[in-house]
Protein backbone atom coordinates (compact mmCIF):
# COMPACT_ATOMS: atom_id res chain seq x y z
CA UNK A 1 0.00 0.00 0.00
CA UNK A 2 1.10 3.57 -0.54
CA UNK A 3 0.62 6.31 2.15
CA UNK A 4 1.61 10.08 2.41
CA UNK A 5 2.24 10.86 5.64
CA UNK A 6 2.62 14.28 6.54
CA UNK A 7 3.61 16.37 9.80
CA UNK A 8 3.45 19.71 10.25
CA UNK A 9 4.56 21.73 13.40
CA UNK A 10 4.59 25.59 13.98
CA UNK A 11 6.40 27.82 16.76
CA UNK A 12 6.88 30.91 18.21
CA UNK A 13 10.70 31.11 18.83
CA UNK A 14 12.09 34.13 21.56
CA UNK A 15 15.19 33.92 20.95
CA UNK A 16 17.70 31.86 18.46
CA UNK A 17 16.81 28.37 19.74
CA UNK A 18 19.16 24.99 18.57
CA UNK A 19 16.80 22.26 17.57
CA UNK A 20 17.32 18.83 16.62
CA UNK A 21 14.58 17.15 14.46
CA UNK A 22 13.84 13.55 14.01
CA UNK A 23 11.09 14.11 10.91
CA UNK A 24 12.35 11.65 7.79
CA UNK A 25 11.25 8.54 7.54
CA UNK A 26 14.22 6.57 5.87
CA UNK A 27 14.00 3.32 3.20
CA UNK A 28 14.36 0.24 4.35
CA UNK A 29 13.25 -3.80 4.77
CA UNK A 30 9.88 -3.05 5.69
CA UNK A 31 8.78 0.46 3.76
CA UNK A 32 10.42 2.33 0.47
CA UNK A 33 10.27 6.27 0.31
CA UNK A 34 9.21 7.05 -2.89
CA UNK A 35 8.92 11.20 -2.56
CA UNK A 36 9.83 13.52 0.22
CA UNK A 37 9.25 17.76 0.78
CA UNK A 38 10.64 19.13 3.71
CA UNK A 39 10.76 23.01 4.06
CA UNK A 40 11.18 25.00 6.90
CA UNK A 41 9.97 28.84 7.06
CA UNK A 42 12.24 30.95 7.54
CA UNK A 43 14.54 28.82 5.53
CA UNK A 44 17.69 28.74 7.66
CA UNK A 45 20.94 26.17 7.51
CA UNK A 46 20.51 22.62 7.99
CA UNK A 47 23.25 19.73 8.87
CA UNK A 48 21.83 16.06 8.75
CA UNK A 49 23.74 13.30 10.69
CA UNK A 50 22.46 9.58 11.30
CA UNK A 51 22.46 8.63 14.60
CA UNK A 52 23.39 5.30 16.64
CA UNK A 53 20.34 4.30 16.04
CA UNK A 54 19.91 4.80 12.43
CA UNK A 55 17.23 7.55 12.48
CA UNK A 56 17.91 10.67 10.65
CA UNK A 57 18.46 13.67 12.43
CA UNK A 58 18.55 17.49 11.19
CA UNK A 59 20.16 20.31 12.98
CA UNK A 60 19.65 23.53 13.04
CA UNK A 61 19.17 26.85 15.16
CA UNK A 62 15.60 28.58 14.63
CA UNK A 63 15.56 32.25 14.42
CA UNK A 64 13.06 34.37 16.91
CA UNK A 65 9.27 35.00 15.75
CA UNK A 66 7.25 32.40 14.04
CA UNK A 67 8.81 29.29 12.53
CA UNK A 68 7.59 26.78 11.03
CA UNK A 69 8.49 22.68 9.78
CA UNK A 70 6.07 21.17 6.99
CA UNK A 71 7.26 17.66 6.09
CA UNK A 72 5.41 15.09 3.62
CA UNK A 73 6.22 11.69 2.66
CA UNK A 74 4.69 8.73 -0.10
CA UNK A 75 5.81 5.62 1.58
CA UNK A 76 5.55 2.34 0.15
CA UNK A 77 4.42 0.33 3.15
CA UNK A 78 2.41 -3.30 3.76
CA UNK A 79 -1.23 -3.29 4.42
CA UNK A 80 -0.26 -6.06 7.28
CA UNK A 81 2.50 -7.45 9.81
CA UNK A 82 4.44 -10.19 10.13
CA UNK A 83 3.09 -12.67 12.56
CA UNK A 84 5.29 -15.68 14.09
CA UNK A 85 3.69 -17.89 16.39
CA UNK A 86 5.71 -19.98 18.01
CA UNK A 87 8.76 -18.47 16.62
CA UNK A 88 11.81 -18.98 19.77
CA UNK A 89 13.95 -17.18 22.07
CA UNK A 90 16.73 -16.19 20.81
CA UNK A 91 19.80 -17.49 23.52
CA UNK A 92 21.22 -14.26 24.55
CA UNK A 93 25.01 -15.42 23.68
CA UNK A 94 23.43 -16.24 20.07
CA UNK A 95 22.39 -12.29 19.07
CA UNK A 96 23.42 -10.23 17.20
CA UNK A 97 26.05 -7.60 19.07
CA UNK A 98 23.74 -4.48 17.45
CA UNK A 99 21.01 -6.29 19.22
CA UNK A 100 22.61 -6.47 22.44
CA UNK A 101 21.77 -3.09 23.56
CA UNK A 102 18.15 -3.91 23.39
CA UNK A 103 18.78 -6.06 26.56
CA UNK A 104 19.31 -3.29 28.53
CA UNK A 105 17.28 -1.00 31.45
CA UNK A 106 16.72 2.32 30.06
CA UNK A 107 15.63 5.48 31.18
CA UNK A 108 11.89 4.61 30.50
CA UNK A 109 12.20 0.74 30.95
CA UNK A 110 13.43 -0.14 34.13
CA UNK A 111 13.22 -3.66 32.89
CA UNK A 112 15.67 -4.80 35.82
CA UNK A 113 12.42 -3.92 37.88
CA UNK A 114 10.42 -6.62 35.81
CA UNK A 115 11.70 -9.67 35.82
CA UNK A 116 8.98 -11.45 38.27
CA UNK A 117 6.62 -9.23 36.85
CA UNK A 118 7.11 -10.82 33.31
CA UNK A 119 7.14 -14.41 34.88
CA UNK A 120 4.25 -14.14 36.29
CA UNK A 121 2.32 -12.73 32.83
CA UNK A 122 4.00 -15.18 30.58
CA UNK A 123 3.31 -18.26 33.00
CA UNK A 124 3.16 -21.60 30.51
CA UNK A 125 3.50 -19.52 27.63
CA UNK A 126 5.95 -20.68 25.32
CA UNK A 127 9.60 -18.58 25.29
CA UNK A 128 9.97 -16.34 22.25
CA UNK A 129 7.34 -14.68 19.73
CA UNK A 130 4.68 -16.21 22.18
CA UNK A 131 5.62 -14.55 25.21
CA UNK A 132 5.70 -11.10 23.66
CA UNK A 133 2.36 -11.41 22.21
CA UNK A 134 0.68 -12.79 25.58
CA UNK A 135 2.57 -9.12 27.12
CA UNK A 136 1.15 -7.08 24.67
CA UNK A 137 -2.06 -8.54 25.25
CA UNK A 138 -1.91 -8.44 28.52
CA UNK A 139 -1.15 -4.89 28.46
CA UNK A 140 -3.99 -4.20 25.92
CA UNK A 141 -6.75 -5.55 28.31
CA UNK A 142 -5.48 -4.37 31.66
CA UNK A 143 -4.05 -0.36 30.91
CA UNK A 144 -7.17 1.88 29.94
CA UNK A 145 -5.60 4.03 26.55
CA UNK A 146 -6.28 7.26 27.49
CA UNK A 147 -5.26 9.72 25.03
CA UNK A 148 -6.10 12.95 27.23
CA UNK A 149 -3.96 11.52 29.88
CA UNK A 150 -3.23 13.82 32.40
CA UNK A 151 0.37 12.40 33.30
CA UNK A 152 3.70 13.05 31.15
CA UNK A 153 7.00 11.66 30.68
CA UNK A 154 5.69 7.94 32.55
CA UNK A 155 8.36 5.44 32.71
CA UNK A 156 6.96 1.70 32.87
CA UNK A 157 7.01 1.51 36.65
CA UNK A 158 4.65 4.82 36.80
CA UNK A 159 2.53 3.36 33.76
CA UNK A 160 2.26 0.17 35.74
CA UNK A 161 1.31 1.68 38.63
CA UNK A 162 -1.67 4.11 36.98
CA UNK A 163 -2.40 1.74 34.95
CA UNK A 164 -3.25 4.03 31.96
CA UNK A 165 -1.55 5.93 29.27
CA UNK A 166 -0.98 6.97 25.84
CA UNK A 167 0.72 5.00 23.50
CA UNK A 168 4.21 5.63 24.16
CA UNK A 169 3.56 4.56 27.43
CA UNK A 170 1.90 1.09 26.31
CA UNK A 171 5.43 1.00 24.50
CA UNK A 172 7.56 1.75 27.38
CA UNK A 173 5.80 -1.63 29.64
CA UNK A 174 6.10 -3.37 26.50
CA UNK A 175 9.90 -3.33 26.59
CA UNK A 176 10.18 -3.74 29.85
CA UNK A 177 8.51 -6.69 30.53
CA UNK A 178 9.89 -8.31 27.29
CA UNK A 179 13.50 -7.23 28.32
CA UNK A 180 12.66 -8.45 31.80
CA UNK A 181 12.49 -12.15 30.25
CA UNK A 182 15.68 -11.59 28.09
CA UNK A 183 14.04 -10.51 25.20
CA UNK A 184 15.50 -7.75 23.14
CA UNK A 185 12.88 -4.82 22.54
CA UNK A 186 13.10 -1.20 21.26
CA UNK A 187 10.96 1.87 20.66
CA UNK A 188 9.68 3.02 17.30
CA UNK A 189 7.80 6.30 16.51
CA UNK A 190 5.94 6.55 13.23
CA UNK A 191 2.77 6.80 11.39
CA UNK A 192 -0.54 4.44 11.55
CA UNK A 193 -3.20 4.30 8.73
CA UNK A 194 -6.45 4.83 10.21
CA UNK A 195 -5.35 5.66 13.71
CA UNK A 196 -7.86 7.78 15.65
CA UNK A 197 -7.11 10.34 16.81
CA UNK A 198 -5.06 10.93 14.04
CA UNK A 199 -1.60 11.80 15.57
CA UNK A 200 2.24 10.38 15.27
CA UNK A 201 2.03 6.61 16.62
CA UNK A 202 4.48 4.51 18.88
CA UNK A 203 4.96 1.08 19.37
CA UNK A 204 7.53 -1.67 20.03
CA UNK A 205 9.57 -4.50 18.44
CA UNK A 206 10.78 -7.43 19.85
CA UNK A 207 13.70 -10.11 18.57
CA UNK A 208 12.79 -13.34 18.07
CA UNK A 209 13.26 -16.01 16.25
CA UNK A 210 16.60 -14.08 14.24
CA UNK A 211 14.80 -11.36 13.29
CA UNK A 212 12.23 -8.45 14.68
CA UNK A 213 8.56 -7.91 14.97
CA UNK A 214 6.32 -5.24 15.48
CA UNK A 215 3.86 -5.51 18.09
CA UNK A 216 1.30 -2.51 19.50
CA UNK A 217 -1.07 -3.18 22.93
CA UNK A 218 -2.92 -0.16 22.03
CA UNK A 219 -4.54 -2.05 19.03
CA UNK A 220 -6.84 -5.06 19.67
CA UNK A 221 -5.26 -6.93 16.34
CA UNK A 222 -2.18 -6.82 14.77
CA UNK A 223 -2.26 -3.43 11.75
CA UNK A 224 -0.44 -2.69 8.72
CA UNK A 225 -0.25 0.71 7.40
CA UNK A 226 2.66 1.81 9.72
CA UNK A 227 5.44 4.14 8.33
CA UNK A 228 8.66 4.11 10.96
CA UNK A 229 10.40 7.21 11.39
CA UNK A 230 12.72 6.53 14.58
CA UNK A 231 14.03 3.49 16.71
CA UNK A 232 15.30 3.87 20.16
CA UNK A 233 15.73 2.32 23.31
CA UNK A 234 12.78 4.18 24.45
CA UNK A 235 10.97 7.96 24.12
CA UNK A 236 14.31 9.50 25.29
CA UNK A 237 15.82 8.39 22.00
CA UNK A 238 12.62 9.46 19.37
CA UNK A 239 11.29 12.39 19.98
CA UNK A 240 10.27 13.82 16.73
CA UNK A 241 12.36 17.55 18.02
CA UNK A 242 14.57 18.13 20.49
CA UNK A 243 15.45 22.33 21.37
CA UNK A 244 18.01 23.75 23.96
CA UNK A 245 16.94 26.72 25.34
CA UNK A 246 13.44 28.01 27.06
CA UNK A 247 11.13 25.61 26.97
CA UNK A 248 8.70 25.96 24.05
CA UNK A 249 5.76 23.77 22.84
CA UNK A 250 4.53 23.86 19.57
CA UNK A 251 1.72 26.71 19.21
CA UNK A 252 0.18 24.03 16.17
CA UNK A 253 1.19 20.56 14.80
CA UNK A 254 -1.16 18.47 12.41
CA UNK A 255 -0.52 15.16 11.89
CA UNK A 256 -1.88 13.23 8.61
CA UNK A 257 -1.59 9.71 6.99
CA UNK A 258 -3.76 8.77 3.39
CA UNK A 259 -4.05 6.08 1.42
CA UNK A 260 -3.07 6.81 -2.01
CA UNK A 261 -4.88 5.14 -4.85
CA UNK A 262 -2.24 4.67 -7.16
CA UNK A 263 1.26 4.62 -6.88
CA UNK A 264 3.09 8.26 -6.65
CA UNK A 265 4.79 9.29 -10.60
Not at 108 to 114: A, L, P, Q, T
Request: aromatic fraction near 10%.
Amino acid sequence: MWLRTSCNLDFVIDVPTPFILMLRPRSGAQQWVARETYALKPSVPVIEFTDEYGNLCQRLIAPPGPFSIRTSADVMTSDTIDVAPGAPFDEVANLPDAVLTYLLPSRYCESDRFLAMASDIVQNVAPGYDQVACISDWIHRTLRFNPASEYDYMSATDVNERREGVCRDFAHLGIALCRGLCIPARMVVGYLHGLQPMDLHAWFEAYVGGRWYTFDATQSAPLGGRVTVAYGHDAANVAIFNQFGPALSPVAMQVSVELLAVAPE
